[in-house]
């Protein structure tokens, strides 16, 4: 009983702090599809700059990797702790140094994903169709598309490289900006009534 009304408060105070602040998360909703937009017209630079976030990510995890393993040098698995760090750094130092080179392997990373993600959706379409389940149809497309759009970029490598991770990263803020700008013209509605 205490989980249930400890839920039905926090679930309260969203919707509250969602209420309250509904105009904050319509500019961010609104910075994020322009970004999204931006990325879209200009995917090679959002590839790039995309990249170099990354790199900027590994190198730091890396060197605050390294500190706490050099502070903690008695525990066990130091070496693989250490290994590890310095696997970050370099990772993030070569990101950095060669952004395009970056961008081509973020691609073939992607590449994989797609692929192996498509396939796996193709036969839990397929194990859902067999036991006649009703949603089997899109799960198929959904994998279709995935393989699809691997083909695609994998056809066109190295171009598709520089785009690839640009124009997806713009897909993803400009949808994830519209899901904020609709909760927050919602969130406005409530808060008026």
Do not use: K, Y
Request: charged content about 10%; proline content about 2%; cysteine-free.
């Amino acid at each position: 009983m205490g989980i249930s009304t400890d839920s039905a408060r926090m679930n309260a105070a969203l919707r509250d702090s969602v209420r309250l602040h509904w105009m904050m998360f319509l500019i961010e909703g609104i910075v994020l599809v322009v970004l999204g937009v931006l990325a879209i017209l200009v995917p090679q630079m959002a590839s790039i700059a995309a990249t170099l976030f990354f790199g900027w990510i590994l190198l730091l995890s890396g060197i605050l990797g390294l500190i706490s393993t050099i502070r903690s040098r008695r525990a066990p698995g130091f070496t693989w702790s250490l290994v590890s760090a310095l696997v970050g750094i370099v990772a993030g130092l070569l990101l950095l140094s060669r952004p395009i080179a970056g961008v081509l392997s973020l691609t073939a990373v992607l590449l994989a994903f797609l692929t192996l993600e498509g396939i796996v959706s193709i036969l839990f379409a397929l194990e859902h169709r067999r036991a006649l389940s009703g949603r089997w149809g899109w799960m198929l497309a959904s994998g279709i598309l995935d393989i699809a759009l691997a083909v695609i970029l994998f056809a066109n490598l190295p171009a598709s490289a520089l785009w690839a991770i640009g124009l997806i990263v713009g897909v993803n803020l400009m949808f994830g900006g519209w899901a904020l700008i609709l909760m927050a013209l919602a969130a406005r509605g409530v808060a008026r009534s």
